[in-house]
């Protein structure tokens, strides 16, 4: 084919020029939209792992923390808070005891009152209740 023959007209001609202008515009906008989102992908991915070091940083934190808490604890401090209960309860064993004694000494003073009472002919008030037998 001898392209010195090809006949175009001048309409034909403009409209394959400006569609050659209108490719290139849109290949130009297509790359500065990768690339303004290129660098946004890069900023996110920065604050992203300032974020993760940041939360990295106060989990490693907090562990120490608790392991140093760990090293402060001495067994001795929870047998000696067992033998301090231990004692607690041995003194109301004992004081349970007194008052229960005193109790009885109680009920057997009412017992020879109300029996004076009787004896004088007097009617004692009459108790119905056993106590003691909680």
Request: charged share 25%; proline share 1%.
């Amino acid at each position: 084919m001898d392209l010195r023959n090809l006949k175009m007209s001048i309409g034909m001609a403009l409209a394959i020029i400006a569609q050659g202008f209108g490719l290139v515009w849109y290949v130009a906008q297509l790359d500065s939209t990768v690339s303004g989102l290129d660098s946004s992908v890069a900023q996110l991915q920065e604050a992203s792992s300032t974020v993760d070091v940041a939360l990295l940083e106060q989990d490693v934190a907090t562990i120490k923390g608790i392991l140093d808490d760990q090293k402060e604890f001495d067994p001795s401090d929870l047998e000696d808070g067992i033998s301090d209960l231990e004692d607690a309860i041995d003194e109301l064993k004992i004081t349970t005891a007194l008052l229960n004694n005193e109790l009885r000494q109680v009920l057997a003073d009412h017992e020879r009152i109300g029996q004076a009472l009787s004896d004088l002919g007097q009617d004692a008030l009459s108790e119905n209740r056993e106590l003691g037998g909680y």
